[in-house]
């Protein structure tokens, strides 16, 4: 069995290397014909329904927008109910045909089951779920003083998709819907500050691969990865050393147009509607993938020369871990303890279904 193996290490890689290249041409092309056809036929999603977990912030904020325009149903899920008064009033004047705002936690399966029920309640139906709520994390995990916060993080960034996909499945199986996942680049380019929440982003790829086999084509499921959105979005809320300190911006102003976040939710929900199995921004980081398979030492070195400032830099400029601000909305200057930060005023707001419109 050792020698079968030894020779199939030899005579597998390059054969299918010299596979794929005669094959890339034609893939590429039927590729492209497809990516026409699927444009041209792409979802119509006039009053179709929508769920959108995290819709209170950042790109599942922009993600209902862009429904909006698409004037679809669309119900907005969080924990923080006053923003998502806010964005379901942008949300209108944008389009959408009309809004129903649900606060709950994604980690907890009865609240999921809650909102979904509420939505079949109200609408009959769901067509695509958006699963976007998350926690970023910024620190070294030697830095970490208390675990408390692990069970949190790994909860909200993985069983908070699976839970709300568990619950919504039948639903979407009927209306023969899509499930669109937001995984980061993270989930197998390794980077510092963020080992929880690429562990968690990793099972989340992998957890919806094996589902698309289960699924077959009765539920599509798109996967969003993505590098570092953040530059444009005002604040969130992220995990610090302390593990149970977050810092949080609640008072943020609410963008409606501009930025990296607008242009990848609007990629992502074209890419819903045309039927995409992945979503890439930005792809060019796509070309590490061969790195990380075929000399994953020097991806490991380039990354280390990159991002040798262990100790010194305390903003991280990767993944959800967008630039730590002060309370006051100010970046965060280097070496500024982690005690200046607003301790989160995380609030649950009572699980109450509002109609908009
Ligand atoms: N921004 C980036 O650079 C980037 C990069 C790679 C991947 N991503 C991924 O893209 C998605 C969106 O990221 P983002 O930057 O837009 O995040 P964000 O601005 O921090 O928003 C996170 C959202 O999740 C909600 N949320 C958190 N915990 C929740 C819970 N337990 N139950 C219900 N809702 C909860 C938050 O609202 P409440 O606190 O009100 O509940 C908020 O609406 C995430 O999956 C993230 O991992 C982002």
Known sequence: MAIFNTILNWVVPPASLVMLA??????CFINACEWVY???????????????????????????????????????????????????????????????????????????RRFVNETIKFYGRVDHLVNAASLGHTFYFEEVTDTSGFPHLMGINFWGNVYPTYVALPYLHHSNGRIIVNASVDNWLPLPRMSLYAAAKAALVN????????????????????????????????MLEGAAEMQWKEEREVHVTGGPAEDYARLIVSGACRGDSYVK?????????????????????????????????????????????????????????????????????????????
Not at 317 to 335: A, F, I, K
Request: glycine share 8%; proline share 4%; with cysteine.
């Open 38 to 112: 699927n444009s041209i036929y792409s979802e119509n999603m006039e009053d179709k329904v929508v769920i959108i977990t995290g819709a209170s912030s950042g790109i599942g904020e922009q993600i209902a927008y862009e429904y909006a325009k698409r004037r679809a149903n669309i119900v907005l899920v969080a924990r923080s109910e006053n923003r998502l008064r806010v964005i379901s009033e942008n949300a209108r004047r944008i389009g959408a045909n009309h809004i129903t705002i649900i606060a709950a936690d994604v980690v907890k399966e009865e609240d999921c």
């Open 281 to 357: 921004f930005p792809s060019w980081y796509d070309i590490f993938l061969l790195y990380r398979v075929f000399a994953p030492n020097i991806l490991n070195w380039t990354l280390r020369i990159l991002l040798s400032t262990h100790g010194s830099r305390r903003t991280s400029l990767v993944g959800t871990g967008r630039p730590l601000l002060d309370y006051s909305g100010r970046p965060l200057l280097e070496g500024t303890s982690p005690s200046k930060f607003v301790a989160s005023p995380t609030h649950f707001a009572q699980f109450s279904p509002q109609q908009v419109k």
């Open 22 to 27: 005669f094959a890339w041409p034609t893939l």
């Open 207 to 238: 957890f919806y691969e094996t589902l698309r086999f289960e699924v077959k084509d009765d539920v599509g499921i798109t996967i969003a990865t993505h590098g570092w959105i953040g530059s444009e979005i005002t604040g969130g809320k992220f």
